[in-house]
């Protein structure tokens, strides 16, 4: 099942981006696994960072009275 709206998603990611950041604080994982937490933790940010950036711009037309379709 695949989270359908952006808040959805970002709260999955988001989760998902907290347990790989718990995982390499530990420091018990051997150094390829931690290479690819760490790998897809950016890629995870990447995503979270784009989702976050329309929220703002939405929010920023909202304010300014324009339509969300322009």
Do not use: K, W
Request: net charge negative.
């Amino acid at each position: 099942m695949t989270p359908d709206t952006p808040t959805e998603r970002y709260e999955v990611l988001f989760t998902r981006l907290q347990n790989i950041v718990n995982q390499l604080e530990s420091g018990d994982l051997p150094l390829e696994e931690s290479l690819l937490l760490y790998e897809e933790g950016v890629v995870i940010a990447a995503a979270c960072q784009r989702l976050l950036d329309t929220a703002t711009l939405t929010v920023q037309r909202l304010q300014s009275g324009m339509s969300l379709d322009e």
